[in-house]
């Protein structure tokens, strides 16, 4: 197994994910959060993150690339996403394909990358085998994989979010080798915490989703810290609320001091 220490606080994970850009392009973002450099402004004050999740183009642009940079020592770890679709193709099967090589990752100064499977869509192996192809390449470097495994597509019968399929992504993902799972939270720890126990020795990172009110959003983040899994990777619930370094904070505490 790769070291996970680099993206992890005594085991726990908190990503800062930026990769909505391409995904949803800029509807998700205003006149302050369109720009890269706002986000990272908020990772170097809120001092918290154990990892930050960008493409590489904003990885070239904006995450600085040596090792004297003292920028780049304010910032968390860089992840790199490998994989990226835009949201155009609506009602279509949904496949996300490799974009960025792990040697380009390595190159930008990644400490881990990560890959979009879509699990139940129609294209799925063609993921699944480049997941793998991929995680054989990092872990020949030591570069710990994460697996965003999201339960979409025709052949997902039930809810996205229910407690079987959301553990059948999780399973897949430690059958494909993946390190970490970001998947969609089931609603209640006592479902979620089925989802860790199929991950197995694949750490478990819930998505932030859509922005919620803030109070509810906290308390979502006790349920899944209850429920064993590692942490979670959030992005518009921090980027998009008023006081993001404030509130950065504020889900730290819940995720470093939160028993399982």
Partial sequence: MVDLGTITKNGKCLLLAYDQGMEHGPT????????PEYICKIAREAQVFTGIVFGAGIAEKYY????????????????????????FHKGEEPVS???????????LGAKAVGYTVYVG??????????????VGQAHAKNLPVIAWMYPRGKHVEAKETSRDTVAYAARLALELGADVAKLPY???????????????????????GAKKEEGEFLKEASEIM????????VGRNIWQNDNPVELSKKLAEVIFNTSG
Wanted: hydrophobic fraction near 40%.
């Fill in 226 to 233: 209850q429920s064993g899994a590692m942490g979670m990777a």
């Fill in 97 to 107: 394909l490799q974009l960025t090589s792990v040697e380009r990752a390595i190159e």
């Fill in 64 to 87: 600085p690339n040596t090792q004297s940079s003292m920028l780049k020592a304010q910032l968390p770890p860089l992840i790199l996403k490998l994989n990226g679709k835009t949201g």
């Fill in 28 to 35: 998700d973002f205003n006149d302050a959060n369109v720009d």
């Fill in 186 to 208: 089931t609603g209640d720890a006592e479902s979620f915490s089925w989802v860790v126990k199929s991950a197995g020795k694949t750490g478990v990172l819930a998505q932030g």
């Fill in 121 to 134: 869509s129609e294209r799925e192996e063609e993921m699944m085998k480049e997941l793998a192809q991929i």
